[in-house]
């Protein structure tokens, strides 16, 4: 879980698929279930950016 808490500091916009591809360079084989109910219990959620579903036109 530290190490889980390192690479999210690190890289705040990865979340449970590319964590484990971070952890498997490290050495630490996980799977990807294991690493999100790691990350929901730490209370880690990635950032990504909201849709923009209305865009103002041209009048």
Same mark, same amino acid.
């Given at each position: 879980? &530290?190490?889980?808490? #390192? ?6 916009? =990865?979340? =449970?698929?590319?964590m #484990?591809?971070?952890? &498997? ?5 996980? =799977?990807?279930?294991? #690493? ?18 209305? #865009?103002?036109?041209?009048?």
């Open positions: 879980m &530290a190490r889980i808490d #390192v690479l999210y500091l690190k890289y705040p916009c =990865s979340g =449970s698929r590319r #484990v591809d971070y952890l &498997a360079i490290d050495g630490i084989p996980i =799977s990807r279930d294991r #690493v999100r109910n790691l990350m929901q219990r730490m209370g880690l959620r990635t950032i990504y950016q909201k849709p923009r579903t209305t #865009v103002p036109g041209h009048p």
